[in-house]
Nanobody, 114 residues
Framework: VQLDESGGDLVQPGGSLTLSCAVSGDRITIYDMSWYRQAPENQRELVAQIKRDHSTVYLDSAKGRFTITRDNSKNTMWLQMNSLIPEDAAKYYC?????????WGRGTQVTVSS
């Protein structure tokens, strides 16, 4: 199973980005899908999760600014990020989990700077 993230970029504070995670090698229908991020010298943290039943969970600081969605027919997940702040700068990783099985992408870099 391969997860390919895209959409990371340099954006000014207050700007928006949409990250995509395209999955190949299996259908994502059975997976809980998540976005994690890791900034230098920080631990990887869960930003948002959308489960198989499409229920969602968000990092407190992401609530109201970020939206996670998935389209099982396209085998793809997205993270719409609005009102970006410098603290959102990190490498963002896509994760797919089913039971004890999980897969990671290689990440896409988000930089928030004026």
């Amino acid at each position: 199973v391969q997860l390919d993230e895209s959409g990371g970029d340099l954006v000014q504070p207050g700007g928006s980005l949409t990250l995509s995670c395209a999955v190949s090698g299996d259908r994502i229908t059975i997976y809980d899908m998540s976005w994690y991020r890791q900034a230098p010298e920080n631990q990887r943290e869960l930003v948002a999760q959308i489960k198989r039943d499409h229920s969602t969970v968000y990092l407190d600081s992401a609530k109201g600014r970020f939206t996670i969605t998935r389209d099982n027919s396209k085998n793809t997940m997205w993270l719409q990020m609005n009102s970006l702040i410098p603290e959102d700068a990190a490498k963002y990783y896509c994760n797919a989990q089913f039971g004890f099985t999980e897969y990671w992408g290689r990440g896409t870099q988000v930089t928030v700077s004026s």
